[in-house]
Protein backbone atom coordinates (compact mmCIF):
# COMPACT_ATOMS: atom_id res chain seq x y z
CA UNK A 1 0.00 0.00 0.00
CA UNK A 2 1.30 3.80 -0.67
CA UNK A 3 -0.60 5.36 1.76
CA UNK A 4 0.89 6.15 5.33
CA UNK A 5 -2.94 6.27 7.10
CA UNK A 6 -3.52 3.80 9.95
CA UNK A 7 -4.73 0.05 9.01
CA UNK A 8 -5.19 -2.93 10.91
CA UNK A 9 -2.19 -4.74 11.50
CA UNK A 10 -1.97 -7.85 9.42
CA UNK A 11 -1.44 -11.54 9.99
CA UNK A 12 1.19 -11.91 7.03
CA UNK A 13 4.12 -8.64 6.63
CA UNK A 14 5.75 -8.97 3.55
CA UNK A 15 9.50 -6.94 3.33
CA UNK A 16 10.51 -6.70 0.14
CA UNK A 17 13.46 -4.67 -1.58
CA UNK A 18 17.21 -5.02 -3.38
CA UNK A 19 20.16 -6.41 -1.55
CA UNK A 20 21.62 -4.41 0.79
CA UNK A 21 18.73 -2.32 1.49
CA UNK A 22 18.55 -3.81 5.26
CA UNK A 23 15.39 -6.05 4.69
CA UNK A 24 17.11 -8.70 7.37
CA UNK A 25 17.52 -6.28 9.99
CA UNK A 26 13.95 -4.21 9.54
CA UNK A 27 12.38 -8.18 9.41
CA UNK A 28 14.05 -8.88 12.86
CA UNK A 29 13.12 -6.43 14.49
CA UNK A 30 9.57 -6.04 13.57
CA UNK A 31 9.16 -9.48 13.99
CA UNK A 32 10.89 -8.94 17.63
CA UNK A 33 8.42 -6.50 18.48
CA UNK A 34 5.14 -8.00 17.25
CA UNK A 35 6.23 -11.67 18.68
CA UNK A 36 6.86 -12.87 15.20
CA UNK A 37 8.89 -15.37 13.17
CA UNK A 38 10.63 -14.57 9.96
CA UNK A 39 10.53 -16.51 6.92
CA UNK A 40 12.94 -16.89 4.49
CA UNK A 41 11.97 -15.08 1.08
CA UNK A 42 15.26 -15.23 -0.50
CA UNK A 43 15.88 -17.76 -3.71
CA UNK A 44 19.90 -17.20 -2.66
CA UNK A 45 19.45 -17.77 0.91
CA UNK A 46 17.59 -20.79 0.58
CA UNK A 47 20.98 -22.19 0.09
CA UNK A 48 23.21 -23.78 3.32
CA UNK A 49 26.56 -23.75 0.96
CA UNK A 50 26.70 -19.83 0.16
CA UNK A 51 25.75 -17.99 3.98
CA UNK A 52 28.12 -15.37 3.57
CA UNK A 53 28.49 -15.05 -0.40
CA UNK A 54 24.32 -14.77 0.24
CA UNK A 55 24.54 -12.10 2.82
CA UNK A 56 22.14 -14.54 4.88
CA UNK A 57 20.69 -12.99 8.51
CA UNK A 58 23.38 -11.80 10.77
CA UNK A 59 24.09 -13.16 14.21
CA UNK A 60 22.46 -9.93 15.66
CA UNK A 61 19.05 -10.11 13.08
CA UNK A 62 18.64 -14.13 14.67
CA UNK A 63 19.31 -13.14 18.34
CA UNK A 64 16.22 -11.23 17.87
CA UNK A 65 13.41 -13.43 16.68
CA UNK A 66 13.11 -17.39 15.24
CA UNK A 67 13.92 -17.58 11.60
CA UNK A 68 12.40 -20.19 9.30
CA UNK A 69 13.75 -21.87 5.44
CA UNK A 70 17.44 -20.26 5.87
CA UNK A 71 20.39 -22.62 5.04
CA UNK A 72 17.50 -25.71 4.27
CA UNK A 73 18.74 -26.71 1.02
CA UNK A 74 21.95 -28.19 -0.65
CA UNK A 75 23.84 -26.84 -3.03
CA UNK A 76 23.10 -30.27 -5.56
CA UNK A 77 19.37 -29.30 -4.93
CA UNK A 78 17.68 -26.82 -7.54
CA UNK A 79 14.34 -25.36 -5.54
CA UNK A 80 12.10 -24.05 -7.72
CA UNK A 81 9.25 -21.14 -6.94
CA UNK A 82 6.42 -24.36 -6.99
CA UNK A 83 9.23 -25.62 -3.89
CA UNK A 84 9.48 -22.83 -1.70
CA UNK A 85 6.01 -22.02 -1.59
CA UNK A 86 4.89 -25.26 -0.94
CA UNK A 87 7.06 -25.06 1.88
CA UNK A 88 6.26 -22.09 3.09
CA UNK A 89 2.82 -22.40 3.19
CA UNK A 90 2.98 -24.94 6.34
CA UNK A 91 4.72 -22.56 8.10
CA UNK A 92 2.25 -20.40 7.45
CA UNK A 93 -0.51 -22.50 8.49
CA UNK A 94 1.46 -23.52 11.30
CA UNK A 95 1.64 -19.54 12.26
CA UNK A 96 -1.68 -18.79 11.63
CA UNK A 97 -3.02 -21.70 14.56
CA UNK A 98 -0.54 -20.38 17.07
CA UNK A 99 -2.15 -16.81 16.38
CA UNK A 100 1.35 -15.49 15.43
CA UNK A 101 2.14 -12.93 12.68
CA UNK A 102 4.61 -13.94 10.08
CA UNK A 103 7.38 -11.26 8.78
CA UNK A 104 8.56 -12.76 4.71
CA UNK A 105 11.47 -11.05 3.77
CA UNK A 106 13.85 -11.62 0.71
CA UNK A 107 14.75 -9.90 -2.57
CA UNK A 108 13.06 -12.92 -4.97
CA UNK A 109 10.42 -11.13 -6.49
CA UNK A 110 8.79 -14.11 -7.97
CA UNK A 111 8.58 -15.72 -4.58
CA UNK A 112 6.02 -12.53 -3.63
CA UNK A 113 4.40 -12.86 -6.71
CA UNK A 114 3.24 -16.41 -6.12
CA UNK A 115 2.14 -15.47 -2.25
CA UNK A 116 0.03 -12.93 -3.40
CA UNK A 117 -0.96 -14.01 -7.21
CA UNK A 118 -0.82 -17.28 -7.09
CA UNK A 119 1.18 -19.93 -8.98
CA UNK A 120 0.35 -21.79 -12.14
CA UNK A 121 -0.21 -25.37 -11.40
CA UNK A 122 0.70 -26.38 -14.97
CA UNK A 123 1.26 -30.00 -15.36
CA UNK A 124 5.03 -31.47 -16.13
CA UNK A 125 5.90 -31.84 -19.59
CA UNK A 126 7.02 -34.80 -21.18
CA UNK A 127 10.74 -34.97 -22.25
CA UNK A 128 10.15 -35.86 -25.94
CA UNK A 129 7.68 -33.46 -26.28
CA UNK A 130 9.83 -30.54 -24.99
CA UNK A 131 12.98 -32.08 -27.02
CA UNK A 132 10.87 -32.11 -30.23
CA UNK A 133 9.66 -28.45 -29.47
CA UNK A 134 12.98 -27.29 -28.96
CA UNK A 135 13.93 -28.55 -32.26
CA UNK A 136 10.98 -27.22 -34.15
CA UNK A 137 12.09 -23.49 -32.63
CA UNK A 138 15.69 -24.13 -33.64
CA UNK A 139 14.75 -25.97 -37.33
CA UNK A 140 11.87 -22.83 -37.84
CA UNK A 141 13.32 -19.36 -35.83
CA UNK A 142 10.86 -17.27 -34.07
CA UNK A 143 8.34 -16.33 -36.52
CA UNK A 144 7.45 -19.01 -37.82
CA UNK A 145 7.32 -20.44 -34.15
CA UNK A 146 5.25 -17.39 -33.03
CA UNK A 147 3.04 -18.14 -35.48
CA UNK A 148 2.02 -21.14 -34.31
CA UNK A 149 1.76 -20.68 -30.78
CA UNK A 150 0.01 -17.85 -31.33
CA UNK A 151 -2.80 -20.13 -32.91
CA UNK A 152 -2.65 -22.01 -29.70
CA UNK A 153 -2.49 -19.62 -27.12
CA UNK A 154 -2.13 -16.30 -28.64
CA UNK A 155 -1.93 -14.28 -24.94
CA UNK A 156 1.13 -16.29 -24.30
CA UNK A 157 2.34 -15.08 -27.38
CA UNK A 158 1.77 -11.62 -26.89
CA UNK A 159 3.18 -11.60 -23.57
CA UNK A 160 5.96 -13.58 -23.95
CA UNK A 161 9.26 -10.81 -24.89
CA UNK A 162 10.85 -10.86 -27.91
CA UNK A 163 14.07 -14.01 -28.11
CA UNK A 164 12.84 -15.40 -25.22
CA UNK A 165 13.38 -18.78 -26.16
CA UNK A 166 12.80 -20.37 -23.05
CA UNK A 167 9.36 -19.10 -22.34
CA UNK A 168 8.32 -19.47 -25.98
CA UNK A 169 9.51 -23.00 -26.05
CA UNK A 170 7.52 -23.82 -22.58
CA UNK A 171 4.29 -22.15 -23.26
CA UNK A 172 4.04 -24.00 -26.80
CA UNK A 173 5.25 -27.68 -25.03
CA UNK A 174 2.25 -26.95 -22.37
CA UNK A 175 -0.10 -26.76 -25.32
CA UNK A 176 1.01 -29.88 -27.52
CA UNK A 177 1.52 -31.62 -24.02
CA UNK A 178 -1.59 -30.74 -22.65
CA UNK A 179 -4.32 -29.51 -25.10
CA UNK A 180 -4.77 -26.44 -22.76
CA UNK A 181 -3.08 -23.05 -23.86
CA UNK A 182 -0.58 -22.12 -20.90
CA UNK A 183 -2.64 -18.58 -20.03
CA UNK A 184 -5.56 -21.11 -19.33
CA UNK A 185 -3.70 -22.70 -16.41
CA UNK A 186 -2.13 -19.28 -15.46
CA UNK A 187 -6.00 -17.66 -15.41
CA UNK A 188 -6.80 -21.14 -12.80
CA UNK A 189 -4.48 -20.14 -10.26
CA UNK A 190 -5.51 -18.42 -6.66
CA UNK A 191 -3.54 -16.29 -4.47
CA UNK A 192 -1.81 -18.36 -1.44
CA UNK A 193 -2.46 -15.11 0.80
CA UNK A 194 -6.18 -13.79 0.70
CA UNK A 195 -6.63 -9.88 0.28
CA UNK A 196 -6.91 -8.29 4.04
CA UNK A 197 -4.49 -11.09 5.49
CA UNK A 198 -1.10 -9.38 4.38
CA UNK A 199 0.89 -6.00 3.62
CA UNK A 200 3.62 -5.50 1.78
CA UNK A 201 6.47 -3.08 1.81
CA UNK A 202 9.46 -2.27 -0.11
CA UNK A 203 12.68 -1.31 1.17
CA UNK A 204 13.83 2.26 -1.27
CA UNK A 205 16.52 3.61 0.11
CA UNK A 206 18.29 6.21 -2.27
CA UNK A 207 20.71 4.69 -5.03
CA UNK A 208 23.89 6.39 -4.07
CA UNK A 209 23.67 4.87 -0.60
CA UNK A 210 22.37 1.61 -1.36
CA UNK A 211 25.43 1.14 -4.06
CA UNK A 212 27.66 2.11 -1.23
CA UNK A 213 25.96 -0.57 0.95
CA UNK A 214 25.98 -2.73 -1.63
CA UNK A 215 30.11 -1.89 -2.12
CA UNK A 216 30.73 -1.93 1.55
CA UNK A 217 29.41 -5.77 1.58
CA UNK A 218 31.19 -7.33 -0.74
CA UNK A 219 34.07 -5.98 0.86
CA UNK A 220 32.87 -7.35 4.87
CA UNK A 221 32.51 -10.96 2.83
CA UNK A 222 36.22 -10.79 2.30
CA UNK A 223 36.85 -10.35 5.86
CA UNK A 224 34.34 -13.24 6.53
CA UNK A 225 35.75 -15.92 4.72
CA UNK A 226 33.88 -15.90 1.34
CA UNK A 227 36.81 -16.76 -0.06
CA UNK A 228 37.18 -20.21 1.73
CA UNK A 229 33.34 -20.63 1.68
CA UNK A 230 33.22 -20.31 -2.15
CA UNK A 231 36.74 -22.79 -2.68
CA UNK A 232 34.31 -25.47 -0.84
CA UNK A 233 31.15 -25.05 -2.84
CA UNK A 234 33.64 -24.77 -6.14
CA UNK A 235 35.40 -28.00 -4.79
CA UNK A 236 32.67 -29.84 -4.79
CA UNK A 237 32.22 -29.93 -8.86
CA UNK A 238 28.82 -29.59 -8.93
CA UNK A 239 26.47 -28.75 -12.25
CA UNK A 240 27.30 -25.25 -13.30
CA UNK A 241 23.53 -24.69 -14.06
CA UNK A 242 22.24 -25.33 -10.64
CA UNK A 243 21.14 -22.15 -8.84
CA UNK A 244 23.28 -22.10 -6.12
CA UNK A 245 26.36 -21.67 -8.71
CA UNK A 246 24.89 -18.79 -9.83
CA UNK A 247 24.49 -16.83 -6.98
CA UNK A 248 25.81 -12.80 -7.67
CA UNK A 249 29.98 -13.35 -7.07
CA UNK A 250 30.11 -17.06 -6.81
CA UNK A 251 31.47 -17.24 -10.58
CA UNK A 252 34.42 -14.12 -9.33
CA UNK A 253 35.74 -15.68 -6.19
CA UNK A 254 35.85 -19.36 -7.61
CA UNK A 255 38.16 -17.52 -10.08
CA UNK A 256 40.05 -15.98 -7.56
CA UNK A 257 39.92 -19.60 -5.59
CA UNK A 258 41.04 -21.24 -8.52
CA UNK A 259 44.12 -18.96 -9.22
CA UNK A 260 42.48 -17.19 -12.44
CA UNK A 261 41.64 -14.14 -10.52
CA UNK A 262 43.58 -11.45 -8.37
CA UNK A 263 41.33 -10.64 -5.06
CA UNK A 264 40.88 -7.20 -5.77
CA UNK A 265 39.96 -7.84 -9.44
CA UNK A 266 37.14 -10.08 -7.50
CA UNK A 267 36.13 -8.00 -5.27
CA UNK A 268 35.64 -4.98 -8.02
CA UNK A 269 34.18 -7.91 -10.46
CA UNK A 270 31.18 -8.67 -7.47
CA UNK A 271 30.55 -5.25 -6.59
CA UNK A 272 29.69 -4.15 -9.99
CA UNK A 273 27.13 -7.24 -9.90
CA UNK A 274 26.05 -6.95 -7.04
CA UNK A 275 25.15 -3.24 -8.17
CA UNK A 276 23.34 -3.82 -11.36
CA UNK A 277 21.32 -7.01 -9.47
CA UNK A 278 20.32 -4.50 -6.83
CA UNK A 279 19.19 -2.15 -10.10
CA UNK A 280 17.05 -5.01 -11.46
CA UNK A 281 15.56 -5.88 -8.07
CA UNK A 282 14.97 -2.07 -8.07
CA UNK A 283 12.92 -2.17 -11.22
CA UNK A 284 11.21 -5.41 -10.73
CA UNK A 285 9.54 -3.86 -7.27
CA UNK A 286 8.91 -0.69 -9.07
CA UNK A 287 6.77 -2.50 -12.16
CA UNK A 288 5.10 -5.32 -10.08
CA UNK A 289 4.83 -4.03 -6.15
CA UNK A 290 3.63 -0.04 -7.69
CA UNK A 291 0.52 -0.27 -4.48
CA UNK A 292 3.50 -1.29 -2.19
CA UNK A 293 4.06 1.11 0.68
CA UNK A 294 7.79 2.53 0.10
CA UNK A 295 10.46 3.19 2.77
CA UNK A 296 13.10 5.20 2.01
CA UNK A 297 15.13 4.77 5.48
CA UNK A 298 17.58 1.86 6.29
CA UNK A 299 17.27 2.46 9.97
CA UNK A 300 15.59 -1.02 10.63
CA UNK A 301 14.28 0.68 14.50
CA UNK A 302 12.98 3.59 12.43
CA UNK A 303 11.47 1.83 10.07
CA UNK A 304 9.59 -0.82 12.27
CA UNK A 305 8.43 2.01 14.74
CA UNK A 306 6.84 3.67 11.49
CA UNK A 307 5.54 0.59 10.08
CA UNK A 308 3.52 -0.23 13.79
CA UNK A 309 2.72 2.90 14.18
CA UNK A 310 0.21 3.25 11.14
CA UNK A 311 -0.57 -0.60 12.46
CA UNK A 312 -2.10 0.59 15.79
CA UNK A 313 0.35 -1.76 17.47
Same mark, same amino acid.
Given at each position: ?????????????????? @? %????? *??? &????? =??? /????? #? $???????????? @? %????? *??? &????? =??? /????? #? $??????RWLRAVL???????????????? /??????????????????????????????????? /?????????????????????????????????????????????????????????????????????????????????????????????????????????????????????????????????????????????????????????????????????????????
Amino acid at each position: MASADRVSAPAVWLIAGP @T %ASGKS *ALA &ARLAQ =RIG /GEVIN #A $DASQLYADLAIL @T %ARPSA *ADL &AQAPH =RLY /GIADG #A $DAWSVGRWLRAVLPVLDALRGQGRPAVLT /GGTGLYFRALTHGLADSPEVPEAVRAAVQARYTAE /GEAVFRAVLRDLDPAAEARIAPRDRQRLVRALSVAEATGRALSDWQADTRPALAPGQWRGVVLDPPRDALYARCDARVSAMVAQGVCDEVAQLADRNLDPELPVMKAVGYRWFAAHVQGALALDEAVTATAQDTRRYAKRQMTWFRNQTPDWQRLPSDEAEAQAETLLAQAGA
